[in-house]
């Protein structure tokens, strides 16, 4: 499978970068072991995570997901054959803060322990933190970097300023910078990244995983209706895209992907590979045909014009 290169990490990821939140939430262990192996024997080899999920599901704390790959890891092998990328920064940590030194340092041996590696490949600041200096999160993870703990750093949910203020910092300090972002972005809500974030990631040379790729999962069209909405844990989330924007992305989907014998999912997926600055959207699945979705979205290649009816229709 393709690969690209992230940013000026060192790291290279597939077309597609595969959701670890449902690990441990919407797909149990026996499930959660069955996709990973799938999805990694077809070339999906990068898993997104974090160490909060999925802390939403009640009687969780956090971490279930990082147990999981960790498990699946530690029964199959083959750590090199994973990218792991996992986030800290969207809870306090035990003096308040959240991308403190201390939070940092108990946060990625927390990870580490989870995921039973000694490494992570990608370690990610899950959301500013404006109340700790950036000079302070920056310094915590260039220290993990020096001890082998972690390979490259990346912001999540960062704003085109913070994002800035970021490189300025870890360039005057000459400390190791974000390379990638993880914004918020797909076809439905496109304005928050294209506006500024998209042209500052592609004049830095920063590579971008967008969460959210299928937009809470209506475009994968199974939400065309409020009955819809039902159908699936995450269905209230695709409700606020019941509009008739949103139906005229669907529509545009199911006219693209009639022309490939594709679904919304894949066409999606192609629309969001097919855009320079997108290194890999990042997507989950809970079964198996969800990951035959991926799987067949990485090699689906769309016409300049088809990518401007699907521009056209999410304007």
Known sequence: MMHRPLGNSGLSLPAIMFGGNVFGWTADQTTSFALLDVMVD???SAIDTADVYSAWVPGHRGGESETIIGQWLAARGGRERVLIATKIGMAPGADGRKLSKDSIFAGVE???????TDVIDLYQAHADDAETPLEETLEAFATLIRQGKVRAIGA?????????LALQTSKAMGL???ES???HYNLVERSGYEAELEPFCVEHGLGVINYFALAAGFLTGKYRSESDLSVSPRGQGARKYLNPQGRRVLEALDDVGARHHASPAQVALAWLIARP???APIASATNAAQLDDLIKAASLTLSSAEIETLNHASA
């Open 42 to 44: 077809a070339g999906l």
């Open 110 to 116: 927390g990870s580490l322990r989870r995921l039973r």
């Open 156 to 164: 999540s949910n960062y704003s085109a300023a913070r994002l800035g």
């Open 176 to 178: 190791p910078r974000y």
């Open 181 to 183: 972002l993880q914004p």
């Open 277 to 279: 600055s997108i290194t």
